[in-house]
């Protein structure tokens, strides 16, 4: 089954903490990227990446840090300087610059 | 300012009527186009897509979706509203050459029975 896979599901964190959302894609795929959601904002671009080592930020990267070590992999982690991380965050990843298709997400919550 | 325009924050129409979303862009030349669907915490689901040719075009689920280049618009259509089409909608365009796709901020359908 091909397609992008993000985990956890629902994720909380302490004030303070960092943490890792995971995005996986077995689709081959060479560009990915991680979009935040928040409620009447429609979706705004965090990172992005073109190729493997390589990645740039998006409208949004502060209080986010990202790498691109193997083409299948794009974590993404929040970290502490990012001051209101609840949201709701999307991995895609596409084919050069087209057709971007999306994982299911990953829900943060602050607690 | 490159920009994504979706003027219905929220649309309602009842099972079996005709549906058309609006999403109007601003950019200087014609960029690639989309419609996606998202259902409630899910990820988002590709409806169609426009790059050239037909303006005319067809997607998944009996959607389509027509680009007017003199309106700056991507409308899109469905004939007859089934209930499982309640969710939310989103237009996005990316510049031609260019990676950041730009999301308008939605249009949430509710169907009445």
């Known amino acids: 089954d091909g397609g992008i896979t993000q985990s956890p599901k629902y994720l909380f964190r302490k004030e303070g903490q960092n943490v890792t959302l995971s995005c996986e894609q077995n689709l081959n795929h060479d560009a990915m990227y991680w979009y935040r959601q928040d409620p009447g904002q429609g979706l705004r671009l965090i990172y992005y990446s073109q190729i493997v080592n390589d990645f740039q930020k998006g409208d949004i990267a502060e209080g986010y840090s990202v790498s691109r070590e193997k083409k299948e992999s794009f974590p993404l982690t929040v970290t502490s300087a990012q001051k209101n991380p609840t949201a709701f965050y999307l991995c895609?990843?596409?084919?050069?610059?087209?057709?971007?298709?999306f994982g299911p997400g990953t829900r943060l919550t602050v607690l | 300012a490159q920009s994504v325009t979706q003027p219905d924050i929220h649309i309602t129409v009842s099972e079996g009527a005709s549906l058309e979303l609006r999403c109007n862009y601003s950019y200087g030349a014609t960029p690639y186009l989309f419609w996606y669907v998202q259902s409630p915490g899910q990820g988002l689901q590709l409806l169609l897509k426009?790059?050239?040719?037909?303006?005319l075009v067809q997607g998944i689920k009996g959607f389509e979706a027509e680009f007017k280049r003199s309106q700056s618009s991507f409308n899109l259509r469905k004939p007859s509203v089934h209930w499982s089409d309640a969710a939310e909608y989103f237009c996005a365009v990316v510049m031609r050459g260019f990676q950041k796709l730009v999301f308008g901020t939605g249009t949430r359908l509710l169907v009445s029975p």
């Open positions: 426009y790059f050239s040719g037909d303006t």
């Open positions: 895609a990843s596409s084919m050069g610059a087209a057709t971007q298709y």
